[in-house]
């Protein structure tokens, strides 16, 4: 257990819970409403985005794939705890039709398509929310891992991926809303998600969800498999000389990593509450990468604190100057490139290593 | 050939019209020590990788104990059979540390859940501390492997070769980068490993192979040119023109 949870995992853990528990408490009446309501959803939505970075964390910095297409993962997700929110909306549409979404009816659709079906379900869609990313990462990573697709081509093609699936859900008859995507949504397991309660639980459920996913990532990184997937990424040929399938390392944590981050998705949807195509966009997918380099590859909590770092700076940013923000994010990644290399994780710790000897030789000086 | 570990015949291999291996045949016996020496181009890495499974042939016969078919596995089957190779250039995990690299080489399962909840065992350490000892790195262990010489990562490249335990060791250019006392130490451990395993050496290095002393394979062309001791190849006026003539 000492291996999993490292000092960085710790703090990172313990100032998690803290968020966890104060935030609620902060913005409830009994404390005057010390923070605003709407932060729990934001933060909580932050947390999201914290799972959907370590995901990639898991499959660049542990094993070096890099992936530009993880939006498709997190966005597949989201669709599937979408389509059971719309389920939910039943007869309170504005068409009021007791089975299909409104804009099935507004197509002039006579029937729930095949894919929609057992959405009603929250586990089921729960399921899917995790299977279908987790399936078409199976099925991608087959293809490319065994063709030995790697390095930047697989960026190229990762990318590719998450841009035809963008336009194939802009259509409309792909049966996922088309452009609008899915909204409107009223209520999850029977609860108003406008109440402050639902939104509690909902950001609880991502701080848990985070806090798992650092932790799988983790134990797989202190795994022997943890090893031999440095040994993929600091030298392929070495590892599969060794004896090792390679392909077969790379397939398993590129589908771990998709359905962490189909987790992330189905996690964001009902806090944010739409989801539409424009969450494959390849951009999305680049600012992920950024996130994780920002806040330290190959670390997990870093790739965490980075993905919540850029998410805040962004809220405050596209809040005070809107038009600015792709130059600061731009202008982010070129200084932590040039002068930060192991990212503000790395910068953090080596700021406190040089603090350290100075306070363990304060006490020699007091003794005498 | 009876008892043959490896078994080459009639191999041959084009890269776009140019044959880097032609008409080849060798034989390797068990536990044999033998180098391979050659010219630049002589086909010695492209022998390598049709043995290894990264290159097929375009045809002859490469038979594995006389029975496997070599020509039709890749390199992780043929690592699995027992086979282990060495780069020329040291090839490490550089963010592991020594007994780490070692650790991931030793002979065992290797499939995707076994590494996931495999532990470490006590005699697996033993494996490990013994191979430091001959590999001479007992005392860079936790190092990371990054951080080594050249001629420490040769060595622990050896190190994990014999962690495999393999059959047969394909080493290429051990001594490339080495001072003179490290490649007097290469061939000495060399020599140690042959007999319980089988070792082909590519070297350029004449002094190095002369320390193995061994029987040498003299490749030209992707042919053999000639085969037989030191003495024996040095004398023959093929390869004199070959080596020396231009």
Redesign the interface.
Known sequence: MARIIDRRMAIFLAGLFILTVGLPVASSAAAGELAPAYLVSLVGKYLCYALLAVALDLVWGLCGILSLGHGAFFALGGYAMGMHLMRQIGPRGVYGDPVLPDFMVFLNWQELPWFWLGFDSFWFAALMAMAAPGLLAFVFGWFAFRSRVSGVYLSIITQAMTYALMLAFFRNEMGFGGNNGLTDFKEILGLDLTAASTRTGLFAASALALAGGLLIARW?AA???G??L??I???E??????????E??KL?VFAVSAVMAGVAGALYVPQVGIINPGEFSPANSIEIVIWVALGGRGTLVGAALGAMLVALAKTLLTAWLPELWLFALGGLFVLVTLWLPRGVLGALEDGLGRLRPARAAAPEEARA | MSGSLLYLSGVSKSFEGFRAIDNLSLVVLPGELRAVIGPNGAGKTTMMDIV?GKTRPDEGEVLWKETVDLTRAD??ET??LGI??K?QKP??????TVA?NL???LKGP???GA??????TREEAREIERLLALVRLEEARDALAGSMSHGQKQWLEIG?LLA?DPELLLVDEPAAGMTDAETMRTAELLREIAGRHAVVVVEHDMEFVRALGCKVTVLHQGRVLAEGSLAHVSANAEVIEVYLGR
């Not at chain 2, 090839?91 to 592991?96: D, G, K, N, P, R």
């Open positions: 797989i795994s022997k498999l090893r031999v440095v040994a990424r600091d030298a040929e070495r590892a599969r000389f060794l004896g090792y399938r390679v077969h390392y398993f | 290894t390199e992780v690592a699995r282990g190779r780069f090839s490490v995990i550089e963010s592991l780490e650790e991931l080489a290797r499939g995707v590494t996931l909840f495999g532990r470490r994990m495999q």
